[in-house]
């Protein structure tokens, strides 16, 4: 069965940080781009940062660029999403995402993804 499972949300004060985990199981991350989104209620989901398997290129939206960055460990088949100076618009519902065959941005900005991760809760919140 193919699988993504986030893990590593939760309440965290502003200024703070967490960093976000993807772990793939069926199947090997290595050649998929991968990508993080959030989602709040009442909004769109929205690309975060995604990641090209094929030349390392990353896409970073304007409100996270210089906060946050993406990695991934395919020796352990996981993503990662390490966030610093957190702040509390940044409360939402992230997920993580694969795709094949597609450019950062338009994973990012046009949502063209595989397969979806269930989400994990991160609050940002003194």
């Known amino acids: 069965q193919l699988q993504l499972v986030e893990s590593g949300g939760g309440l965290v004060q502003p200024g703070g940080s967490l960093t976000l985990s993807c772990a793939a199981s069926g199947f090997s991350l290595d050649y998929y781009t991968i990508g993080w989104f959030r989602q709040v209620p009442g909004k769109e989901r929205e690309g975060v940062s995604c990641l090209s398997s094929r030349d390392g290129s990353t896409y970073y939206s304007d409100s996270v660029k210089g906060r946050f960055t993406i990695s991934r460990d395919n020796a352990k088949n996981t993503a990662y999403l390490r966030m610093n100076s957190l702040k509390p618009e940044d409360t939402a519902v992230y997920y993580c995402?694969?795709?094949?065959?597609?450019?950062?941005?338009?994973?990012?900005?046009?949502?063209?993804?595989?397969?979806w991760g269930q989400g994990t809760q991160v609050t940002v919140s003194s």
């Open positions: 995402a694969t795709a094949l065959l597609t450019t950062v941005q338009n994973m990012c900005e046009r949502r063209r993804v595989n397969s």
